[in-house]
């Protein structure tokens, strides 16, 4: 077959597009993500040449989604076609940037600090954070468009996305995100200069400078990096002397155009610094984080729990969907108590595996395990007030929620209250069925089943359910 297609180009690659969101690896919003910041250039002699800038988006499409691609063109053309990926405007950098990257790639990672030291005695940078990289932040539409920009920040520092700021309430990922820049460019564009830094180490270390007045010695090491993150900026506040040498570094970094991150437990307009200064913030692009949904909480609590295992080798610790949905019930908004909560199981597995008691953790087992990762599980919530908040709620009589009644108010009460026990206390399904007038087992299933089919995927009902939540862990 010619290649002087009758379609045009844009169109072919649409089409590609439309064939690749319908394949579960590359329909996710971080494939997509990838693939939206590619474009095609040619289709010569069977090979399609796509272009980009980012130099992630490069590597990723080639590790992970070239083959679907070419399946693709499969697809189209009834024949075998080649994918080429290439960075546009920085040939010449590039080639010693690639030789570099794959050098870099064939080594293990835990000898990245090694193959990357620091340039100079002053160059404080931590070494490379592995479990908070692109690769293993959950991505959904709470955090997408942070992802996305902090994804365009890390493949071409200072180049348009500049400056960039994340806010958005703690442990919600914002520190994930800025190290996951900082490894990506350690990593893969190791002859720019990076630091991360938090904000109350750069006030500590700038008073440490007035002390022993070494200010030029401060300047000249933070006015050196071509990438500067700076974490919870909000810790600025009243702190007039190392906020005017902040923008006297940020001034700079935008004039040179080197890159600036900063991140926040709140907006730009919310700190209470000089107005000035939070303008500055809010000049290039700033996106929030929101809280995650149920699924991104599973996703993230399986990687947390998947890095422990990793770490310590263990290769068959496995926990039952029931007990990571009572894990999920019990967490709030802020991420660190899933970590914690996967770390404890993790430790815990490792020191038990000898003894087969523990080879299968029960919801008991687990309750004591984790019971110290929540900050709200000082104050253990009963089955009796679930019921008692579901009843209040639906105007319904206890005797009604006990009883064998189908009626659609009362039913649909009593499954939630089931539910809700389900994923608020550590009880058996057996003794919650007791708990509701001696339901069998199976009914508390069914209800929990019901539930999630029809509840948490209807935002009204979803958020009638978060509510009764809320309620009664602040109760």
Partial sequence: MSDQISTPLKTTWQQILDLLAEIDETKSSRAQGILANLHPISLENHILLLGTELVIAKQWTEKHYKKFITDSLQIIFGEPYDVSVIIENEQDSQQAQTQTTNKASQQDTSTFSTIFPSKNKEDTTPPLITNKTFENFVVGESNRTAYDTALGVAGAPGAGLNPFFI???SGLGKTHLLFAIYNYIRRYLPHLKVCYEATIDFVNEYIEAGASHSYDRFRRKYFSYDVFLLDDVQQLEGKVETTNMLFELFNNFIMHNKAIVLSADRSPSEIDIDERYTSRFAMGITADIQKPTFEMKVAIFNNFKDYYCNTLRINNFKLDNEIIEYIIGLSGPNMRELDSAAMNLVYFYKSRRGDQNYQKFDLKTV???????????????????????????????????????????????????????????????????????????????YAKKNIIKNYMSNPQKKAEIENLVRLLRNS
């Fill in 367 to 445: 309750a004591s395990v984790i019971k110290g990762s929540f900050s709200h599980t000082s104050k253990e919530i009963s089955i009796k007030e679930i019921q008692k908040a579901v009843e209040k709620h639906f105007n319904v009589t206890h005797n009604e929620l006990l009883s064998k009644s189908k009626k659609h108010d009362i039913s649909s009460a009593r499954q939630i209250a089931m539910y809700l026990s389900t994923v608020l206390t550590s009880a058996s399904t057996p003794d919650i069925g007791n708990a509701f007038g001696g339901f069998h087992h199976t009914a508390v299933m």
């Fill in 167 to 169: 806010y958005g309430r």
